[in-house]
């Protein structure tokens, strides 16, 4: 359990939070390419940590990121003329660049220099494998990029709306064992599933967690006695949301590699990215990512249209289906795996009371991510830059195995852990 002060130090995120200090020395995913298909297309709206920012892509093909309110008098900039390499307040007309310099004043006289002492604040934007990031730290202090394997090879990226703070989203994700329960299911709906259903015949996994610099690498180890092997799945947490972890192809023999960063857009909301490869690195073909992305319940005929918000949701109970929750069909009754992990992490209300809580032996992961940011936010606090803000790769991938049971997992592991770019 944590006590309510450090509750409430690693769940808040605005400005001037410890944690939210902490997070804005990292670079963030604000949007996917996907919602700025075109050079002088609509601006869009990006909430993150508590504040409102707009974005748009120019007439060059570049995406700008600035804060929501004109300097003028404050109209939000998401109604602006997006033309001509920069957005253009409809209120009075002034005009910005994706850097944020104002470069057109029309209601004021035509010799005044007012508009070269005007900027709108503009964020860094890095663009790279289907998704937007920016840093909203102290200007000119971004730190390098952090490449990892996902961005450098073929993949596919998506996200979801979920209506819970970042840390119950991300805690979910970290814990290994609910998916033997969670997720299991008896019957085949989709073709991603464990035939042999390994999770689910040793469900308390021994975790193991060892710390690194961009955060730490873990692993579930389910001894399986009849055939004295251990299946083992190792995982990395990367400071300060995201996590890799591994996907038998189960039936096709084409293994993937997922992910998630869960970024908070404020304190009670936050998106889940999702992003995936195959271990080959080959392309996924059309069918893969369709048949993964409505397993997972993410598909765009599971969303609201025009929206990454689920048609299952807290409002109709998920579309809980009792019956089949009943028969074993699926252990939630819930479809979508992505939508049962929602529907639990949101059910434990906006912000968690984690004053509350009984961890076990099973939450050691969970326990030390949560170390690891409230370490980050001292970090912060005392002028040290956190865990693995400064890299400028994490080339480690996740992966799963048979082991015999008594060799160690990493050792034996070693090469698969590593990423390839
Ligand atoms: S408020 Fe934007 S130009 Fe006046
Ligand atoms: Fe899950």
Known sequence: MLSKENNERITRVGPGTPMGQALRRYWIPALLTEELPEADGPPVRVRLLGEDYVAFRDTEGQVGLVWNHCPHRGASLFFGRNEENGLRCVYHGWKFNRHGACVDMPNEPEESSFKDRVKVAAFPVVEQAGMIWTFLGPEGEAPPFPQMEWMNIPSFVSKSYQKSNWLQAMEGGLDTSH???????????????????????????KLEVVRTEYGFRYAGVRHLKDENQNYVRAYHYVMPFHQMRSHQGWSEG?????????????DETCWVYNWMYLRSQEPLTHEEIETEERAFGRHPDDLIPGTYISKQNAENNYLIDRAAQKSGLTYTGIHGINTQDMAVQESMGPIYDRTQEHLGTADLAI????????????????????LGSQLAEVPVRAAEMLIPADQPWYESMKDELAARW
């Open 179 to 205: 998916s033997s329960f969670l997720h299991r299911q008896t019957d085949s709906i989709g073709k991603s599933f464990d035939p042999k259903n390994l999770r689910a015949r040793a469900g308390n996994p």
């Open 254 to 266: 084409r293994p993937t590699v997922q992910g998630h960063a869960w970024v908070p857009i404020d």
């Open 367 to 386: 326990i030390q991510a949560r170390r690891l940011l409230l370490e980050a936010c001292t970090d912060v606090e005392q002028g040290r830059y956190p």
